[in-house]
C-alpha cells in the first residue's frame, strides 16, 4: 500500500517531492529498488520499487477521482479540518487533484477550499493552513487519474515476453512522467500531451529519467515500435528550456544501436548536459520468450562496448569533472571486469538502475561487517549465476568475520532461460528443484529481490512457508548478508543488479 504524509519542516517543493520519493519508495521500510513496479518492461524489468504492490488498473479510472485518504494523523491539519479515512480530496482551490505532486503544490496555499467527496456527497470545507503546518494525510495511491499506458511496441520489451500466469503487475506498460518524477521510472515521452508540457513547466518536475536508445530518429522509432515517435533530442531540449534536468538510458541491442550508433547517442546526449545528468548504458535483456531474434551480448562484444563507454567517460571528466555516462553493473560481469571504484559513479545517479549497484553493495558490505558478531548460523545462499562469483567472495568474508558456515549455490534460470542470470529474476520453483534433496544445511537464504513489494511472493506465486515446505529447511529472506543471520525479515541488494534494473522502461 502506497502512502505519504508530508514531513514536518516546511521545505521548498522539490525537496518535498525529493521526501515523496523517499516514502513512496522506501515505503514498509523495504528497499525500494526490490518491488515491483506497476510495470516491468523491456528488457529492464522492475522488481523494484514503485513498486509497493499496487496495481495501477485499479485506479485506472478517466478524469481524477481525487485522492483517496487512507489515513489521517491526530492533531493535523486533515484531522484538524475533520476529514476521515474513506473521503476523497477532489480539488484545492478549484485545480482537480490529479495525483499527490498536486495536493502538494497546490495544498501549499494558507488559505484553502477544499472540495471533498464523502459517501457519495461532495461538499466544500475553508482551511487554513499555517506556514509550514503538516497535513498528516495518507493517500492510497500517490496518482488519482490512472497511471499513462505505454503507447510503444518495443521488440525488446519485458512485458510482450512475459509468458502467461505471472503476477498481475508484471504485464502492466506504463509510461508515466509523474512516476519518472516521483521513483525515477524510465519514461520514453512518446505519450505527453500540450497539457502535460504545460504542466511540467508550471510544476517544473525535475529530473525526469528517460530511455533514449537512439538519437537517430528513424532508429528510435523502430526501436520503439512507434512510428510517431517524436524526436527525443528536441523534447530534451525543450525540457532543459524548462528547468528540467534528464537522467537518460540506452538499452543497447547487438548490431541495432551499438558501435556508430551508439557513438551517436552519447555524443548528442552529452551535448545537451547539464540538462542531460547522466548516460547509462544497459545491456538488452532477452528471455526464452523473445520472439524476435535479439541475442545477449557475447563477452567480447560487451568488451568492445565497455571499451568505447569508458573512453567517453575519461574524456567527459576532463571537460565535466563527471564521467557522465556510465555501464550498468552486468556489463563488468560478463567481461569479467573489475567493478569501477565508488568515485567514479559521481554519486550514484542511476544506482536504481543498476548501475553501481554492485559497488555500493560492496562499500554497505564494508560498514557493516565492522558490527558483525560471532554467529553458529550454517546456511545455504543462493543467487542468479551473474552475480555468483561477487556474492560467493562477499559470503567467505562474512564467513571468516562471524565464524558462519556458509556455502553459495547458483541457481540457473529455467524459468526465463539460461540468458536471465540475476537473482531478482529466479522464480520459487526454479529454486526448489534446483536444490531439492541436495541443501546440507539447516537454513536456506534466498535473495530479497525474489520477492514482490511486500516480501511475500515469488514471481511464481510461491510463499517462504511453500518453499520451506517442499525443501523441508528453514527459510530466510536477506536482502545483506548480516541479515542471513536473522529469521525472515526481509542477499538482494545486489541481485537488484542482476535484475537488470529498476526502471519500467528500457
Ligand atoms: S516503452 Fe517500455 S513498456 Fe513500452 S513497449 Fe517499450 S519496453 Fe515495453
Redesign the pocket.
Given at each position: 500500500m502506497t502512502t505519504w504524509t508530508p514531513r514536518k519542516s516546511p521545505l521548498a517543493f522539490s525537496e518535498e517531492v525529493a521526501y515523496l520519493r523517499e516514502v513512496f519508495s522506501f515505503d514498509g521500510g523495504e528497499t525500494a529498488v526490490e518491488e515491483a513496479p506497476y510495470?516491468l518492461?523491456?528488457e529492464r524489468i522492475a522488481m523494484k520499487k514503485q513498486w509497493r504492490g499496487h496495481c495501477p488498473e485499479a485506479s485506472s479510472s478517466p478524469g481524477s477521482p481525487g485522492g483517496l485518504i487512507e489515513h489521517i494523523e491526530p492533531g493535523k491539519l486533515a484531522a484538524r479540518l475533520g476529514l476521515r479515512p474513506g473521503d476523497r480530496l477532489i480539488a484545492i482551490n478549484d485545480h482537480p487533484l490529479r495525483d499527490v505532486i498536486d495536493f502538494r503544490f497546490y495544498g501549499s496555499e494558507e488559505e484553502m477550499e477544499l472540495l471533498i467527496e464523502r459517501e457519495g456527497r461532495r461538499f466544500t470545507l475553508k482551511a487554513q493552513r499555517e506556514y509550514g503546518e503538516e497535513w498528516g494525510v495518507e493517500f492510497a495511491e500517490p496518482v488519482f487519474d490512472g497511471i499513462r499506458w505505454?503507447n510503444?511496441?518495443?521488440e525488446?520489451?519485458?512485458?510482450?515476453q512475459m509468458p502467461p500466469g505471472m503476477r498481475k503487475s508484471l504485464y502492466v506498460?506504463?509510461?508515466d512522467y509523474r512516476y519518472s518524477f516521483l521513483f525515477g521510472n524510465f519514461i520514453?515521452l512518446t505519450n505527453l500531451t500540450e497539457e502535460d508540457w504545460e504542466r511540467l513547466a508550471e510544476q517544473r518536475l525535475s529530473p525526469l529519467y528517460v530511455?533514449v536508445h537512439s538519437t537517430d530518429l528513424n532508429l528510435r522509432r523502430e526501436l520503439?515500435?512507434n512510428p510517431d515517435a517524436p524526436d527525443v533530442l528536441e523534447q530534451i531540449r525543450r525540457l532543459g528550456e524548462l528547468g528540467i534536468e534528464v537522467h537518460t538510458q540506452i538499452v543497447l541491442i547487438p548490431g541495432r544501436n551499438d558501435g556508430p550508433h551508439l557513438k551517436r547517442t552519447i555524443e548528442d546526449l552529452s551535448a545537451l548536459y547539464p540538462t542531460v545528468q547522466s548516460i547509462a548504458v544497459v545491456p538488452v535483456g532477452v528471455t526464452r520468450f523473445q520472439r524476435h531474434g535479439i541475442r545477449p551480448y557475447s563477452p567480447s562484444e560487451a568488451k568492445e562496448v565497455v571499451a568505447q563507454v569508458i573512453a567517453y567517460q575519461a574524456h567527459f571528466r576532463k571537460f565535466y569533472e563527471i564521467g557522465l555516462v556510465y555501464l550498468s553493473d552486468e556489463w563488468y560481469f560478463m567481461c569479467d571486469l573489475p567493478l569501477p571504484a565508488a568515485e567514479e559513479y559521481d554519486g550514484f545517479p542511476q544506482l536504481e538502475n543498476g548501475v553501481g549497484l554492485a559497488r555500493a553493495f560492496l562499500e554497505d558490505w564494508e560498514s557493516e561487517k565492522a558490527g558483525l558478531r560471532p554467529t553458529t548460523l550454517e546456511a545455504t545462499v543462493v543467487c542468479g549465476t551473474m552475480p555468483y562469483p561477487l556474492i560467493r567472495q562477499v559470503m567467505e568474508e562474512f564467513s571468516a568475520v562471524t565464524g558462519a558456515e556458509v556455502e553459495v549455490v547458483a541457481v540457473e534460470n529455467r524459468f526465463f532461460g539460461p540468458m536471465v542470470t540475476v537473482s531478482g529474476l529466479l522464480t520459487g520453483q526454479d529454486v526448489v528443484e534446483a536444490l531439492r534433496g541436495k541443501i546440507a544445511t539447516e537454513t536456506l537464504v534466498l535473495p530479497r529481490a525474489m520477492f514482490d513489494a511486500e516480501g511475500k511472493l515469488t514471481l511464481d506465486d510461491m510463499t517462504v512457508e511453500d518453499i520451506e515446505k517442499a525443501l523441508g529447511v528453514e527459510v530466510r529472506v536477506a536482502a545483506t548478508p548480516g541479515q542471513c543471520r536473522q529469521p525472515v525479515d526481509g542477499f538482494a541488494s545486489i541481485s537488484v543488479v542482476h535484475h537488470a534494473g529498476r526502471h519500467?522502461?528500457?
Open positions: 510495470s518492461c523491456g505505454c510503444n511496441r518495443c525488446f520489451c519485458f512485458v510482450n506498460k506504463d509510461d520514453t530511455s520503439l515500435g519500467p522502461h528500457p
